[in-house]
């Protein structure tokens, strides 16, 4: 079975065409970063507007780029929540009329479940495992029983992760997007240069995460972190920024392992992207873990991702009705 996977739930406008759920015969990825960058952050209006002049072209072009005709097609998934309202409605609007005009159907894909179930493609992972999920909007670490049973153990009660990497780059006039600068300027700075804070949620918050005082502390008080002697330079900044960023949510990612016995893992997202994130969760293979993320490509919003998971619920005939719109809200996961 062939499904068209298409994600507008942010500044990315990506198709993908993915055969059987492992396939990947394309994914374009049509990236508006440049277009957000004199902004630093994603602007909403720009976004749709963007993704309404370019999705038609982006589907053509991942239809040619895997050598078929839309005829082809068994089904079209599509990113229907969360995300950028107007965004998402681009999408939703383009990939109803398109299954409608081709008399296949037509699937909503919930884009946290897209982000946990991509590693899935390349790397199939036996279930359950905990979920790690960072991104941009969301930092949620979960039990994960099936493509589409997702239980909440711990999120964060403020900012996500991804966005405290993009506020401390962005104050620090550092670049955009910031996540991926701060990790490249991490490399050559010292970790241990500032010794920021991490947060102490008590028991009741066993697996949350909080990340407003660690960014405010990068922000407004850094010089009462730093080492005597540090430098006070970008890539120190970074370097530990970074590494209490990953540090918070490992410690909940160990803990979460340790309660629920679970004994795989699995990450996705745009800050699954991170290397020392990555690095970390690898080491947990030591202690007997199985460890799988995404490829890069697979880890920021793609359209790879929705078509895969997109074909999961096609072959249990799980399809949308033509009703279904899109939804700016995270309704679909419960927390014990
Ligand atoms: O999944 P994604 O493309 O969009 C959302 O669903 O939010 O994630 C984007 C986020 C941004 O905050 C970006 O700064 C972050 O992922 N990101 C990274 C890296 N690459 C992307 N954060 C840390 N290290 C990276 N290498
Ligand atoms: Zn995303």
């Known amino acids: 079975m062939i499904v068209l996977g298409i994600e507008t739930s942010c500044d990315e406008c990506s198709a993908a065409v993915v055969r059987d759920g492992h396939e990947i015969m394309s994914n374009v990825i049509a990236t508006q970063i440049e277009l957000h960058k004199p902004y630093q952050g994603v602007v909403p209006e720009l976004a749709s507007r963007l993704h309404t002049e370019w999705i038609q072209q982006v589907v053509e072009a991942a239809l040619r780029q895997a050598g078929i005709t839309n005829k082809e097609l068994d089904a ?99 670049g955009f997007p910031g996540g991926v600068v701060i990790d490249r300027l991490s490399k050559s700075g010292d970790p241990t240069a500032f010794l920021f804070p991490g947060p102490s949620l008590g028991e009741e918050h066993r697996y949350d995460m909080s990340y407003s005082g660690l960014k405010t502390a990068v922000i407004n008080q850094k010089d009462r972190f730093r080492k005597e002697g540090a430098e006070d330079t970008p890539e120190n900044i970074a370097a530990s920024f970074q590494r209490q960023a990953v540090g918070i949510l490992m410690k909940r990612v160990r803990l979460a392992l340790e309660d629920t016995g679970l004994k795989r893992v699995s990450a996705g997202g745009g800050v699954a992207a991170n290397s020392l994130l990555r690095a970390e969760l690898k080491e947990l293979e030591k202690s007997g873990y199985t460890v799988t993320f995404p490829s890069l490509k697979l880890c920021t919003d793609n359209g790879a991702m929705v078509a895969g998971l997109g074909y999961r619920y096609l072959k249990d005939g799980i399809t949308s009705d033509s009703h279904l719109s899109a939804s700016a809200r995270v309704t679909a996961f419960k927390k014990n």
């Open 76 to 174: 079209v998934a599509v990113t229907s929540r969360p995300g950028l309202l107007g965004s998402l409605l681009v999408g939703v609007s383009f990939a109803k009329c398109y299954a409608s005009a081709l008399g296949i159907p037509f699937i909503g894909i919930d884009h946290i479940r897209a982000h946990l179930y991509a590693s899935q493609i390349e790397t199939p992972l036996e279930y359950p495992y905990l979920g790690v999920l960072v991104s941009g909007g969301h930092t949620v670490i979960c039990r994960v029983d099936d493509y589409d049973r997702v239980d909440v153990l711990g999120t964060t009660i403020d900012d996500a992760i991804g966005e405290a990497f993009d506020k401390v780059a962005k104050f620090y006039d550092l």
